[in-house]
Structure formats: structure tokens, C-alpha cells
């Protein structure tokens, strides 16, 4: 009895802790989607669409700023379609769209126009923070397979013959725009300040260190338990 009982405290400690790990590694549900009418590297005067998926159940979306990738200039970004009354504005290393915020729990829908994607290019990482009326910000910029990762369009191979944009690309510069609830979050996507807090909030190492100790600690309380009882009947 002594030993089944053993075995079902195990059973269930294993349990709570693998429920423990599962939720504290598992990523972002939300995220932002992209795709191309023409994913292809060297295409000209592509429509790529992107898709905000609102996180927050209380405050809508006010605005989404995005990094461009090396080869897409600021100047050769246009807006195709948004939402009603939004707009964009090219800043020093990408754009933002904003305009009246959208309700909560409604994605933010867009699409722009590029007038050329960089002929040698494999895939397109677009950094992207997306403001609520509250304030809070999204923050999709890290690498593929984290908490928080950036929408990358993967391209074709440049058709023959296809040449490099002309159009230099604007170094990576905060901006000095102020973000307002009802405006563009013009914030810069790179400071030290938000890749540590980036950092911090995608890192699940210290909770799964924390449930390995906190099983192994059961684990050895459950032996000695069992190993005295037994001695005790053993007497």
C-alpha cells in the first residue's frame, strides 16, 4: 500500500510540474502575419499585407510601427489599404500606421506598397510594435522560434537578370515623434531599454530551473518518507 501510494503522489507531482514547464515555455499566441502578392526577391511594386492580431480584451489598437529590413527604403513604402481614417508616415527606419483607434479585440488589417524588394534577399524580417489605446505595446522583433517574433516573409529566387534597389536605405535612428493613445507609437524598436525588457519577458529559463528544483525536492521528501516507513515496519 505504502509503495502504491508512493507511486500515485509521483504520478501526480510529474503531472502538475510538466503542466507547470508547458505554460511557462510556451510562446505568444498572438503575433503579426505577413504575405506578398509577389514573394519574390528583385519583384517591384509589391502589395504585402500584414495582420496585427489584437492581444488586449479592454483597449484597441492605436497604431502599428514596423522596422523595414536592409534593401527597403522609408521613401518606397506606400499605403495600399488599412483601416478607415489610418494613414502612414515614413520615419527614419521604417513606417507607422495610425488613425482612429479600432475596437478592442479587432486585428489590425493593412497592406502597403513597395516599390522594389532587394534582389539578393532570401526573406524579410519586418520588426514590428503594435500600441493599445491604454498604452501597452506588443512588441513582435525577436527571432524566429521565440516568445515574440517578428513577421518574416520568405521570398523566391530573384528572377534573372534582376537588378539591386538604387534607393539607399535610411539608417536605424530613434525617432522623436511622442506616442499619444490615439496616434502613432512612433517608439524606437532597438534601445538598449526595450532588448532588455524584451529579453526578460521572453525568457523562460529561471521558471523551468524553478519546477526541476521544486520536483527533485519532492522527489527526495518522498523517498526518505518511504525509506523510514519502511524501516519502521521492517522494526
Known amino acids: 500500500m505504502q509503495i502504491r501510494r508512493l507511486v500515485g503522489t509521483l504520478t501526480a507531482t510529474v503531472a502538475v510540474s510538466a503542466a507547470v514547464l508547458a505554460l511557462t515555455a510556451a510562446p505568444a499566441s498572438a503575433h503579426v502575419a505577413v504575405k506578398a502578392d509577389k514573394a519574390q526577391a528583385g519583384a517591384t511594386d509589391v502589395t504585402i499585407t500584414f495582420s496585427a492580431e489584437a492581444e488586449s480584451s479592454k483597449a484597441g489598437i492605436a497604431s502599428v510601427k514596423v522596422a523595414l529590413p536592409a534593401g527597403i527604403a522609408p521613401a518606397d513604402v506606400s499605403l495600399a489599404s488599412g483601416p478607415s481614417g489610418w494613414a502612414l508616415a515614413a ?17 489590425a488589417e493593412y497592406a502597403v506598397k513597395v516599390a522594389k524588394l532587394p534582389a539578393d534577399a532570401t526573406e524579410l524580417a519586418f520588426k514590428t510594435l503594435v500600441t493599445y489605446t491604454d498604452g501597452k505595446v506588443d512588441r513582435w522583433i525577436d527571432a524566429a522560434g521565440t516568445d515574440n517574433p517578428a513577421p518574416v516573409l520568405k521570398l523566391a529566387a530573384a528572377a534573372p537578370g534582376a537588378q539591386a534597389p538604387t534607393s539607399a536605405v535610411s539608417s536605424v535612428a530613434p525617432t522623436s515623434e511622442a506616442a499619444t493613445p490615439t496616434t502613432a507609437a512612433a517608439a524606437p524598436i532597438t534601445t538598449a531599454a526595450d532588448a532588455a525588457n524584451d529579453e526578460a519577458d521572453s525568457s523562460a529559463t529561471p521558471w523551468i530551473v524553478l519546477a526541476v528544483v521544486v520536483v527533485v525536492g519532492l522527489l527526495a521528501v518522498l523517498f526518505f518518507r518511504w525509506r523510514r516507513g519502511r524501516n519502521q515496519g521492517g522494526a
Not at 91 to 107: C, E, N, Q, R, Y
Open 91 to 107: 520615419d527614419a527606419d521604417g513606417f507607422t500606421v495610425s488613425g482612429p483607434a479600432l475596437a478592442a479585440k479587432k486585428d
